[in-house]
């Protein structure tokens, strides 16, 4: 086989003695002469089950595991952004999730899938936001003590939702290896048991449970877009939906300031920015060592928006959807709706795209300070609305 040729598939987790002649193979290896969307005919995609740490199976006992406590998120509909984007666009509103954000669906199934030893001395996690909240939120469910690490500089909105759920706050400085080193320290007093925000089998099987829902609540989607940042979200929906449809492509949305993930899909190898600069403040953490696997071999292509872009999304979202979501959800959107997609003749026939509205927690107030001043949502900026919808002007499958 010729080397390059090799390389090109090399991504991929295929069984050529167990390939059937239908379905085909897809790349986006950047830097090879093989253009994004080449196909081998006669052979089809199967996931490793054995390469990830999730697969269809885990996420189906996610979904099982949880259903009794989630929300079944609506898909909404909008004749006038499918004119704007000129595709076809379902929007999976994890906006109205749970403490306002898809994290509660791994935090729920991670918390649940604890046995009753493990769970009583607690949980402990670290993070800025949605996951905090959500880990609080389920192990107030199952009765039990959710030590939360947060940095100073998170989101007020996102602060107040954890002590709205009554998690115990541990403050700490804003980079990553503070969070990790407070976090370890509380695990050591406490013997809790630490849940990752995204790098977490359990989690990233939690997050999967979307994807089922999606596809069934609208089948005919060819393409869906995901935001990236961890990658949780992102590894949970793209093991699940090519697992259930091979061809489906699966793109993942990130901001130009936080683009660590695209760098990474380059160089074929985790790569961690020395800083972040976005308003996207629930995009700003890199990959794991278990989700970078699944972005290397199963996203299609990563595309990359401004801060500028993300907020016209956002309030298209709420001028249009008439739906408050917080940057990290719109960018979807924005994806969509940039140039870069638009004149990308890979993603031509992306027709029929699912968006996911990731999360609703917007502190407004925040937010018009980083570039959004001239974007007037509301008349009371300063307020939280966690994922609630404003009007009723959408339609929903």
């Known amino acids: 086989m010729d080397n390059k040729l090799a390389f090109w598939l090399y991504p991929f987790s295929i069984s050529f003695t167990r390939a059937k002649h239908i379905g085909f193979v897809q790349s986006t290896v950047e830097g ?122 998170a989101p007020q909105c996102k602060v107040q939702n954890v002590l709205r759920y009554g998690g115990q706050i541990v403050w700490s400085e804003a980079p990553v290896q503070s969070r990790e080193e407070i976090a370890t320290k509380v695990l050591q007093e406490t013997g809790a048991a630490f849940i990752h925000p995204y790098d977490d089998g359990r989690i990233i099987s939690g997050q999967g449970t979307v994807s089922l829902e999606l596809l069934e609540q609208a089948p005919q989607i060819d393409t869906i877009i995901v935001p990236i940042s961890g990658g949780g979200l992102m590894s949970g929906v793209a093991l699940a939906a090519k697992s259930i449809n091979p061809a489906i492509r699966i793109l993942a949305a990130e ?60 309030r298209l979202c709420y001028e249009i959807l008439k739906v408050a979501v917080e940057p990290s959800g719109a960018i979807g959107l924005a994806a969509v709706l940039s140039d870069s997609f638009r004149s990308n003749p890979a993603w031509k026939d992306c027709n029929r795209i699912g968006i996911i509205l990731s999360g609703g927690n917007l502190d407004l107030e925040s937010t018009r300070q980083m570039h959004l001043s001239q974007v007037d949502l509301i008349d009371q900026p300063s307020r939280c609305f ?12």
């Open 32 to 153: 090879s002469k093989y253009p994004p969307q080449s196909y081998i005919l006669g052979l089809k995609m199967e996931v490793n089950k054995e390469k990830y740490a999730a697969d269809l199976s885990s996420i189906k006992e996610a979904h099982a595991r949880i259903s009794s406590f989630i929300h079944k998120t609506p898909v909404m509909t909008s004749e006038s952004l499918d004119a704007i984007s000129g595709r076809r666009l379902f929007f999976k509103c994890e906006c109205f999730q749970k403490g306002g954000a898809f994290k509660f669906r791994g935090a729920c199934n991670a918390i649940f899938s604890l046995d009753d030893q493990q769970a009583a001395k607690g949980v402990v996690t670290h993070s800025s936001g949605n996951h905090a909240a959500a880990l609080a939120l389920a192990a107030k469910l199952r009765g039990i003590t959710a030590y939360v690490v947060i940095p100073k500089n």
């Open 255 to 314: 901001p130009k300031g936080a683009n660590d993930a695209a760098q990474s899909k380059a160089a074929g190898r985790i790569v961690t920015l020395p800083e972040t600069n976005t308003v996207a403040d629930g995009l700003r953490a890199f990959l794991g060592e278990l989700t970078w696997p699944v972005v290397r071999d199963l996203v299609d292509d990563i595309i990359i928006v401004d801060d500028t872009e993300i907020i016209d999304a956002m």
């Open 386 to 397: 966690a994922g609630k919808s404003l009007h009723n002007g959408f339609s929903s499958l």
